[in-house]
C-alpha cells in the first residue's frame, strides 16, 4: 500500500510500505478521504512540527476493513470518521478531562494513505460509525471541526453580542458555522480572499469585511458602536473574538475592538513572537484565550454537528485530488485565493 511520507522542505514522497497488521483491539482503515489541514501546509512549506519519513494526514476518513477481536462496536463493512487524538488518559491532564493538553499522547497519522490502523480503537472516541451513504470526504471534517466546537465551547462568546472570526481556512469557517448552530446573531468574518468571504457569508455570517478594500477597526466603531472602559475611553463594543487567522495584526486589533470582560480565542499559531497592547488587556480585564486541539466531548459534539448537517461543510470542499496528485494538492492547498479545503482521496 501507499503512503505519504515528509521528507524536506516542498517534498512529498509516496513510498510503497507493508499493509498495517491489526491485533486484537485494532482496527484498519481503508482511507476514503483525507483533508490537508493548514499544520500540514506548515510542515510542507517550513517543516513545521514534522521530522522526514514521518506519515503524514490526521484528517481522514474510512471503510473498515479489519476489526481485532476485543474491538467492539465496529464491525468490517462500517464506514467511519476518525478521531485521530490518542490522549494518555492518565496523566494530570488527562485525570482532569483536558485530553486535547495530554502530556504524553500520541495521534493516528497517515491519513495520506491507502490505509491506516488505529491501535487500542474504542467506539465512540477513536472511531464515530457514519450513517448509511453519508459521504467520507464530509466525514474527513471530523478533526477540523472538532479543533472549532472546542473555540466555542472554551471561549463561551455571548451570542446575543456581535462576535468577530478573523481567518477563514477551514477552522474559520467551521468557527463560524458552530457560532451560527449555537444561536449566535451577529457574526462578523474577516479575511482577504473574497472566496473565503463569500464561502461564510453563504453560511449564515452576517458582515464580510476584507482588510484589503477597507479600515476594519472603523468599520466595526461606525457600525457596532463604542465603548467606554477604566482608561479607555473609545473600545469596541465587540462581544468576543475568534483569532484564525495567524496574521499578526490581528490580536492587537481584537484588543481595541473588543469591549471590557470579552473573550479574545487565538486558535491560529503564530509563526513568530507578537508585541500586544498589554494595557487593553489589563484595563478592560479581556480573557485571551489560547484553544488547542480539542477533548473527546468536543469530537461528540463536532460528530453530531455534521451528520446531521447543522454544520454543513460541503461547500467548503474548493479541490478534490487523487492520492498520486498529492503534491498538486498542497500547492492548491496552499494558495488562500481560491482553496478553503482541499480533500486527497485514494
Ligand atoms: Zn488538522
Ligand atoms: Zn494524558
Known amino acids: 500500500m501507499r503512503v505519504v511520507t515528509w521528507q524536506a522542505i516542498e517534498t512529498l514522497s509516496i513510498d510503497e510500505v507493508a499493509a498495517p497488521e491489526c491485533g486484537p483491539s485494532d482496527v484498519v482503515v481503508s482511507v476514503g478521504a483525507c483533508g490537508i489541514c493548514g499544520s500540514d501546509v506548515h510542515s510542507y512549506t517550513e517543516g513545521a512540527w514534522i521530522a522526514p519519513s514521518v506519515p503524514m494526514g490526521h484528517e481522514y ?13 465496529v464491525s468490517v463493512g462500517d464506514r ?15 485525570t482532569e478531562g483536558r485530553h486535547n493538553l495530554c502530556s504524553a499522547g500520541s495521534g493516528h497519522s497517515g491519513g495520506f494513505g491507502d490505509q491506516v490502523v488505529v491501535r487500542d480503537a474504542v467506539a465512540g472516541q477513536h472511531l464515530f460509525v ?33 462576535i468577530v472570526v478573523f ?43 476584507n482588510p484589503a478594500d477597507c479600515d476594519v477597526r472603523a468599520s466595526l466603531f461606525a457600525s457596532r458602536g463604542t465603548t467606554a472602559s477604566p482608561y479607555q475611553p473609545s473600545s469596541g463594543a465587540v462581544g468576543s473574538v475568534f483569532e484564525c487567522s495567524g496574521a499578526s495584526p ?3 486589533l481584537a484588543f481595541s475592538l473588543a ?25 478592560k480585564e479581556l480573557r485571551l484565550l489560547g484553544s488547542f486541539a480539542y477533548t ?3 469530537c461528540q459534539e463536532a460528530f453530531d ?10 461547500p467548503l470542499i474548493s479541490h478534490r485530488f487523487a492520492l498520486a496528485d498529492v503534491r498538486e494538492a498542497f500547492e492548491a492547498q496552499r494558495d488562500p485565493a481560491t482553496s478553503i479545503k482541499v480533500v486527497v482521496s485514494p
Request: glycine share 6%; hydrophobic share 50%.
Open 80 to 94: 467511519v470518521a476518525v478521531n485521530p487524538a490518542a490522549p494518555c488518559g492518565s496523566c494530570p491532564r488527562c
Open 61 to 73: 476518513a474510512g471503510t473498515v476493513i479489519a476489526a481485532g477481536s476485543r474491538v467492539s462496536g
Open 305 to 314: 454537528l455534521l451528520v446531521s448537517r447543522r454544520v454543513d461543510v460541503r
Open 250 to 252: 490581528v490580536l492587537p
Open 296 to 298: 473527546a466531548r468536543d
Open 167 to 209: 481567518g477563514l481556512g477551514t477552522i474559520g469557517q467551521c468557527v463560524v458555522q458552530v457560532l451560527l448552530a449555537r444561536g449566535a446573531r451577529d457574526v462578523i468574518v474577516v479575511d482577504t480572499s473574497p472566496r473565503r468571504l463569500a464561502a461564510a457569508l453563504a453560511a449564515g455570517a452576517h458582515e464580510g469585511l
Open 130 to 162: 457514519l450513517p448509511a451513504d453519508f459521504p467520507l470526504e464530509e466525514a474527513a471534517f471530523l478533526e477540523p471541526l472538532s479543533v472549532a466546537v472546542r473555540a466555542v465551547e472554551h471561549a463561551e462568546p455571548p451570542l446575543d453580542e456581535p
Open 259 to 283: 469591549r471590557a470582560a470579552a473573550p479574545i480565542s487565538a486558535i491560529a499559531l503564530a509563526a513568530h513572537p507578537l508585541s500586544l497592547p498589554v494595557d487593553d488587556l489589563v484595563q
